[in-house]
């Protein structure tokens, strides 16, 4: 089935004088709005790779003529929405499949290079994601009633989830602990747990070129953790604000999204002693978390600036 991306059906205009279209009455008419949103869930790849024109949204990379449709989209969600999925090109795709990353197989040959491609690959996709967690926060704090901050908001999500993934698989391909990279388990106390066996530990470099690149590993570990934590933050102020954090069409009282189906955002948390959201205190904690990835990115910078040093050397 080949329908357009994002395609809103308009919802009905309901007269709120109408008591009977007020309470329970609204309700199939609603239903029924929503099943024709469902359908357009399920997104033909093709739509995507024009949406994107045709270019990888991690690398940049052009896709070839022949590759796949398929094969060149990467999927973050699990509802097949055009709202979660980009286009990626054949190394990317295989990357977040699991294969190895190019800058690890050439750590036998020339360590130096293996760690400075390394290093280049993952400071540069963390930092795309900074810039783009920092634009969602103030998206979301300036409101997304504008269509064109709506369609700012949809890509800079779904380039953040293709981003935090990436780095993922380059942080496990150095040696952590894949299960340091579940955000819900990180502990960044306790070292020894993260890093099961650093990659440049047997190669020829120096021990303290060693010990350098487990600061980089460690911080970027934490950067991951800080990044989603102010995503997860972001997507809960949305959908507070009456909105599906994926694909931002309406939702009422906690409902699922009627377009694609994503469960509502809970905000239990963030209610105050007489069970009002306090949304003051949401947006505070927004702009706390996303100070605290501030700090860690410069501090990452500058741990990267001395790995750097050291292996070219």
Known sequence: MHVALEENVPAPVYDHSDSRRATAGCRPIRTFFATARIETVVTDPIDVLDRDGRRCVNCDAALTADRDPDASV?????????????????????????????????????????????????????????????????????????????????????????????????????????SALDPLDFDSSAVEHLVSELVLANTDLGQP??????????????????????????????????RCHVCLESILDGDPCPACGEPARTA????????????????????SHLETASETTTQLTDQAASLADRLAV
Request: glycine share 8%; with cysteine; proline share 1%.
């Open 209 to 242: 070129t060693v010990e350098a690149f487990e600061n980089v590993l460690t911080t970027a570990m934490a950067l991951q953790h800080q990044l989603r934590t102010v995503l997860d933050l972001v997507e809960t102020a949305v959908s507070v604000e009456g």
């Open 268 to 287: 239990e948390r963030w209610r105050d002693a007489t069970g009002e959201l306090d949304t003051a205190d949401l947006y505070r904690a927004i702009t």
């Open 74 to 178: 990467w999927d973050a969600g699990e509802r097949h929405s055009g709202a979660e999925m980009v286009t990626v090109c054949a190394d990317c795709a295989a990357l977040l499949d699991g294969a190895t990353p190019a800058w690890r197989d050439r750590l036998a040959a020339d360590p130096a290079a293996g760690g400075m491609a390394f290093l280049r690959t993952v400071t540069k996709t963390q930092g795309s994601v900074v810039a783009d967690v920092a634009a969602l926060a103030t998206e979301t704090t300036g409101g997304l009633d504008d269509a064109d901050v709506r369609r700012e908001y949809r890509d800079g999500r779904r380039r953040s989830a293709l981003g935090l993934a990436v780095v993922d698989r380059h942080l496990a391909a150095a040696g952590v602990e894949r």
